[in-house]
């Protein structure tokens, strides 16, 4: 079974609106962890947001917000404000304890931003 | 600056050689990996180590061969065994005892070329 779905291989979002990118996660584990990584077209991978699994308040950073939704085992990145720099491929990630703190990947989400 | 250093960028290869990709880092992270990446996928785990002198297996690793010999360092090997070498290879760090998000740090990345 996949421990990371990205069900959204393609989104569009109009400048200046928010939108939302999905992930959803499988684990056994307490202990884990959920980021999201932004890469854009040159390859470098940037951390946007971490959110951890005894958390209550949904992580924030800026204009990421993290949806966390424990019993849906979700955790789906919300930008606001959308600017043309957003434009990029968006990964979700876990890491869990029990596995030696591996970290896997989704397949990713391509976000292009519409002037 | 701390930060992960990988080496070369782009490196071009004859089918049958063997090529040897540079990852360093200091930032003190205890856990290094290697991930590959195709176009339009996601990062697929090739090997990780947590400590020196210690390595495992990734989902990926059959062409591959690495080794840790110091802390800083983590060099992937791309073997004349792997079929289809063409790809994105990052490397990237991370605490290996989770301490605040415990996200992992990753390299500018080095694009191989199987001509």
């Known amino acids: 079974a996949q421990k990371i779905t990205q069900t959204q291989p393609g989104m569009f979002v109009q400048e200046k609106e928010a939108v939302t990118l999905d992930c959803t996660y499988d684990t056994s584990d307490q202990s884990y962890g959920l980021f999201w990584y932004k890469q854009p077209s040159s390859g470098e991978m940037i951390f946007l947001i971490y959110q951890g699994s005894y958390d209550e308040q949904n992580a924030t950073e800026g204009r990421y917000s993290l949806n966390f939704q424990k019993a849906r085992k979700s955790a789906n990145l919300v930008i606001s404000a959308s600017q043309l720099g957003d434009s990029a491929m968006y990964f979700c990630?876990?890491?869990?304890?029990?596995?030696?703190?591996?970290?896997?990947f989704g397949t990713g989400t391509s976000l292009t931003v519409i002037p | 600056d701390g930060g992960i250093t990988q080496s070369p960028k782009y490196l071009f290869r004859k089918e049958g050689q063997n090529v040897t990709l540079s990852c360093e880092q200091n930032l003190n992270h205890d856990a290094m990996y290697w991930y590959r990446q195709d176009p339009g996928q996601g990062l697929r785990l090739i090997y990780y180590s947590q400590i020196v002198n210690d390595f495992q297996k990734g989902d990926i690793a059959e062409g591959y061969s690495v080794s840790r010999e110091k802390k800083e360092s983590f060099p992937l090997t791309v073997t004349s065994a792997q079929k289809n070498p063409t790809a994105f290879y990052l490397c990237?760090?991370?605490?290996?005892?989770?301490?605040?998000?415990?996200?992992?740090?990753f390299g500018e990345g080095s694009r191989l070329t199987v001509l």
């Open positions: 990237a760090s991370s605490m290996r005892q989770t301490r605040g998000t415990g996200e992992l740090f």
């Open positions: 990630a876990m890491r869990e304890r029990y596995t030696g703190n591996q970290f896997y």
